[in-house]
């Protein structure tokens, strides 16, 4: 009987963790800059604020700092919604949809 030598295989299952995280940490930069370019801008401090941390690996959360962030994105019952998340979510969803398309046809 022959032993099938799996060691290529396994130093790429070591590394899919890291990959994915790479991956990961790489779809949050994308959500961070795009929400940065549709935050409403008076003073600079939401968009200034936005940013992406590393909360363990494979996860990763873009938010804003400032306590007003949630009531431009969702609007209040004196003021109209001026989302600027969840369309940079849309946009680099929208975006990973297409390259995998064009990958995997």
């Given at each position: ?22 991956v990961l ?81």
């Amino acid at each position: 009987m022959t032993k099938l030598d799996t060691r290529v295989l396994d130093a790429i299952a070591k590394g899919l963790d890291k990959n994915s995280d790479q991956v990961l940490a790489s779809v949050a930069f994308q959500v961070e800059a795009e929400a940065k370019v549709r935050a409403p801008v008076d003073t600079g401090a939401l968009k200034n604020s936005i940013h992406t941390e590393k909360k363990k690996v494979g996860l990763y959360w873009v938010a804003d700092a400032v306590n007003y962030g949630i009531y431009n994105e969702l609007g209040t019952s004196r003021m109209s919604a001026h989302p600027f998340m969840k369309p940079a979510v849309e946009k680099v969803q929208q975006y990973l949809a297409d390259l995998y398309r064009k990958l995997f046809p």
